[in-house]
């Protein structure tokens, strides 16, 4: 990394423009046993590639409770998602149609764990939205599972899946086969219907639970039935559940056959690059894909990079313990750019590791390049210091992340609620911004790509969780940028306290670039008021210097904002008009925001009660000009 030289504070009047939100960061509370109407519109949170828009809601649960969740909607194809509390990443569970009454959604889960989750209700795909009902509902206790019939290495067995079998924790009813195994011993189950998809999995009972190891829905080559090849990692007994998609019903046969050794896997060490080819002569892997598999030695706390380059066909990766067969790390395209994997990971034993070297497609073939190699630890950050301005360099001497990227970081001191804001400018390339705690391993708080709205630029926004030294990382966003960029870091104080406003009260207030951000990254200014059940209010806000948004919600005890209602253009093309009833007694919050990022000036924001009778077209009413303090 080239000597970052510090300059002046930056400007002030720097514009704004929100990182792309965390997990849940403003999820509604959402209690057992509850139905709630919403609706996503435009103002909600959306996907980091515009996929689809959505709405969180949290919740706690027991371990081992049974929950089911509904999402019914008649504006957009619903899609249910679950996911541990303030853990990014993968969901824990997902569901698009299985109510099975059209595109509405039930996704049943149980926890393993007690503690708080995020249910997410969204779009399957596209940002349209519209009006929803969401439910969730404890699921009654589960019948006890009738005990498995036996089946022997070898052998076939016909059964019936009908009405009067036993339901799984997601729907579908099933036939259970229990057999022993010793640990590495490998077979091949198959499930043939002609009356139903099926579906095979395999796993073994915890207690009532069913933890699966395994599962094929359509064997390789094509057709429906299913051909599933599976080693034990364990001596024990383990359990096979003959079932089908969409709850089908009807005869089939199961079987259970000991399964071909595996390939043998080709010697790689640490340094080597290997040329491999794929096509129809290469070994099948227990997924029925072409892959070549490597082993090499490692070492407890070594770090190792494993990338896998290809100009015919998509790559995927696969890093495995070859004492266990345990998966430790899958990469599809993460060597930054195009479909090339990547694999960065620290050992974690003394023993030898398996790569499955393959295609994304079951049909993959060509050439290849595989390459082993062992990474030093990153260099210890920059200390900086908010307010100032670093300029810098990407190199190819810089330390590379767990994705390829080249980067620089940098460490500060924050205060817990303290909000900070970083800027990367790069003409050289598209720049990316990370922020997290310091600590053995980097995990992002916090990234953005494109926040600062004026072209490739980042600007990310973020309130510290807690006291601590907190790194900022600046990179390209692929694998291949390079060159010179200046960072500036900001200090932006304590997020504004609510004012107070009186219903029949008019407040004018000026938006600047102090103001509290939205998610969506628009400034806001947020008002107390307080109204009696059945109420019925009509909130307005105008202003000449930006298109004016009123978001009314209510703040839980956790200090979380929950929106129950939003005007956009009802008053004017950009004047908003709200007319509401209150719910129930007590304290309301109304936050008088920017529709969009970077926008900032003088407004004024009403709060009245409806007039008796009154029914206006708000677009025939005349505009109100706002003349800024």
Same mark, same amino acid.
Request: net charge negative; hydrophobic share 35%.
């Given at each position: 990394?080239?000597?970052?030289?510090?300059?002046?504070?930056?400007?002030?009047?720097?514009?704004?423009?929100?990182?792309?939100?965390?997990?849940?960061?403003?999820?509604?509370?959402?209690?057992?046993?509850?139905?709630?109407?919403?609706?996503?519109?435009?103002?909600?949170?959306?996907?980091?590639?515009?996929?689809?828009?959505?709405?969180?809601?949290?919740?706690?649960?027991?371990?081992?409770?049974?929950?089911?969740?509904?999402?019914?909607?008649?504006?957009?194809?619903?899609?249910?998602?679950?996911?541990?509390?303030?853990?990014?990443?993968?969901?824990?569970?997902?569901?698009?149609?299985?109510?099975?009454?059209?595109?509405?959604?039930?996704?049943?889960?149980?926890?393993?764990?007690?503690?708080?989750?995020?249910?997410?209700?969204?779009?399957?795909?596209?940002?349209?939205?519209?009006? =929803?009902?969401?439910?969730?509902?404890?699921?009654?206790?589960?019948?006890?599972?009738?005990?498995?019939?036996?089946?022997?290495?070898?052998?076939?067995?016909?059964?019936?899946?009908?009405?009067? $079998?036993?339901?799984?924790?997601?729907?579908?009813?099933?036939?259970?086969?229990?057999?022993?195994?010793?640990?590495?011993?490998?077979?091949?189950?198959?499930?043939?219907?002609?009356?139903?998809?099926?579906?095979?999995?395999?796993?073994?009972?915890?207690?009532?639970?069913?933890?699966?190891?395994?599962?094929?829905?359509?064997?390789?080559?094509?057709?429906?039935?299913?051909?599933?090849?599976?080693?034990?990692?364990?001596?024990?007994?383990?359990?096979?559940?003959?079932?089908?998609?969409?709850?089908?019903?009807?005869?089939?046969?199961?079987?259970?056959?000991?399964?071909?050794?595996?390939?043998?896997?080709?010697?790689?060490?640490?340094?080597?690059?290997?040329?491999?080819?794929?096509?129809?002569?290469?070994?099948?892997?227990?997924?029925?894909?072409?892959?070549?598999? =490597?082993?090499?030695?490692?070492?407890?706390?070594?770090?190792?990079?494993?990338?896998?380059?290809?100009?015919?066909?998509?790559?995927?990766?696969?890093?495995?313990?070859?004492?266990?067969?345990?998966?430790?790390?899958?990469? $599809?395209?993460?060597?930054?750019?195009?479909?090339?994997?990547?694999?960065?990971?620290?050992?974690?034993?003394?023993?030898?590791?398996?790569?499955?070297?393959?295609?994304?497609?079951?049909?993959?073939?060509?050439?290849?390049?595989?390459?082993?190699?062992?990474?030093?630890?990153?260099?210890?950050?920059?200390?900086?210091?908010?307010?100032?301005?670093?300029?810098?360099?990407?190199?190819?001497?810089?330390?590379?992340?767990?994705?390829?990227?080249?980067?620089?970081?940098?460490?500060?001191?924050?205060?817990?609620?303290?909000?900070?804001?970083?800027?990367?400018?790069?003409?050289?390339?598209?720049?990316?911004?990370?922020?997290?705690?310091?600590?053995?391993?980097?995990?992002?708080?916090?990234?953005?790509?494109?926040?600062?709205?004026?072209?490739?630029?980042?600007?990310?926004?973020?309130?510290?969780?807690?006291?601590?030294?907190?790194?900022?990382?600046?990179?390209?966003?692929?694998?291949?940028?390079?060159?010179?960029?200046?960072?500036?870091?900001?200090?932006?104080?304590?997020?504004?306290?609510?004012?107070?406003?009186?219903?029949?009260?008019?407040?004018?207030?000026?938006?600047?670039?102090?103001?509290?951000?939205?998610?969506?990254?628009?400034?806001?200014?947020?008002?107390?008021?307080?109204?009696?059940?059945?109420?019925?209010?009509?909130?307005?806000?105008?202003?000449?210097?930006?298109?004016?948004?009123?978001?009314?919600?209510?703040?839980?005890? $956790?200090?979380?904002?929950?929106?129950?209602?939003?005007? $956009?253009?009802?008053?004017?093309?950009?004047?908003?008009?709200?007319?509401?009833?209150?719910?129930?007694?007590?304290?309301?919050?109304?936050?008088?925001?920017? =529709?969009?990022?970077?926008?900032?000036?003088?407004?004024?924001?009403?709060?009245?009660?409806?007039?008796?009778?009154?029914?206006?077209?708000?677009?025939?009413?005349?505009?109100?000009?706002?003349?800024?303090?």
């Amino acid at each position: 990394m080239n000597r970052p030289s510090l300059a002046a504070a930056v400007s002030t009047v720097a514009l704004l423009w929100a990182a792309a939100p965390a997990l849940a960061q403003d999820a509604q509370p959402l209690r057992i046993g509850a139905t709630v109407n919403g609706a996503l519109t435009d103002a909600d949170g959306k996907a980091a590639d515009d996929d689809y828009r959505y709405d969180d809601y949290r919740f706690d649960a027991r371990a081992g409770q049974r929950l089911e969740a509904i999402l019914r909607s008649d504006a957009f194809d619903a899609f249910l998602a679950v996911y541990a509390d303030g853990v990014e990443g993968e969901p824990l569970a997902t569901d698009d149609d299985g109510l099975e009454d059209g595109t509405n959604a039930r996704l049943r889960f149980t926890p393993e764990r007690a503690g708080a989750y995020v249910l997410r209700a969204r779009t399957l795909s596209g940002l349209d939205g519209g009006d =929803y009902r969401l439910s969730l509902q404890e699921r009654p206790a589960a019948p006890r599972a009738p005990r498995p019939s036996g089946i022997r290495l070898g052998a076939t067995e016909s059964g019936e899946l009908t009405a009067r $079998d036993p339901e799984q924790e997601d729907g579908g009813r099933y036939d259970a086969y229990a057999f022993r195994a010793n640990a590495g011993d490998r077979f091949v189950v198959t499930l043939d219907s002609e009356a139903f998809d099926p579906l095979v999995r395999v796993g073994r009972m915890n207690g009532p639970d069913f933890v699966e190891i395994g599962s094929n829905d359509d064997a390789p080559g094509g057709g429906l039935n299913s051909r599933l090849t599976f080693t034990a990692p364990t001596a024990g007994e383990y359990v096979i559940r003959a079932t089908s998609l969409e709850d089908g019903l009807g005869r089939y046969e199961v079987g259970l056959a000991e399964a071909p050794p595996a390939a043998p896997s080709k010697p790689i060490a640490v340094g080597d690059e290997i040329k491999g080819e794929l096509g129809s002569d290469s070994p099948v892997n227990d997924g029925g894909q072409r892959a070549d598999t =490597y082993r090499f030695t490692g070492t407890n706390g070594q770090r190792v990079a494993i990338e896998m380059k290809s100009s015919d066909f998509d790559a995927y990766l696969t890093l495995r313990r070859a004492s266990d067969d345990t998966v430790l790390a899958e990469d $599809d395209d993460g060597a930054g750019s195009g479909t090339d994997s990547r694999i960065a990971r620290t050992l974690d034993a003394d023993g030898d590791y398996i790569i499955e070297a393959r295609g994304f497609s079951d049909e993959a073939e060509g050439d290849y390049t595989l390459t082993l190699t062992e990474t030093a630890p990153p260099p210890p950050p920059t200390p900086a210091t908010l307010g100032q301005k670093v300029e810098g360099e990407i190199t190819d001497e810089d330390p590379q992340g767990d994705d390829g990227k080249r980067y620089d970081a940098y460490v500060f001191t924050g205060t817990e609620g303290q909000r900070v804001q970083a800027i990367l400018r790069s003409g050289d390339f598209d720049a990316y911004l990370e922020i997290g705690e310091v600590g053995d391993t980097f995990e992002a708080l916090a990234s953005d790509d494109d926040g600062l709205a004026e072209g490739t630029d980042s600007r990310l926004n973020f309130t510290l969780p807690s006291a601590d030294d907190y790194v900022v990382r600046a990179s390209p966003l692929d694998s291949e940028g390079k060159g010179l960029y200046s960072l500036e870091l900001l200090d932006r104080g304590p997020e504004p306290k609510p004012g107070s406003l009186l219903v029949g009260g008019t407040v004018r207030g000026t938006l600047s670039n102090s103001a509290a951000l939205s998610d969506e990254g628009a400034y806001f200014d947020a008002y107390r008021f307080q109204a009696k059940k059945d109420e019925k209010l009509r909130i307005t806000m105008v202003s000449n210097a930006f298109d004016s948004f009123i978001d009314l919600g209510q703040v839980d005890d $956790d200090g979380d904002f929950s929106s129950l209602a939003t005007d $956009d253009d009802g008053l004017s093309d950009a004047h908003a008009k709200l007319d509401w009833t209150a719910p129930d007694d007590g304290w309301y919050l109304v936050r008088a925001r920017a =529709y969009g990022p970077n926008q900032t000036g003088a407004y004024a924001l009403t709060v009245e009660r409806q007039p008796a009778g009154a029914s206006v077209a708000a677009h025939d009413e005349a505009p109100i000009v706002v003349t800024p303090k």
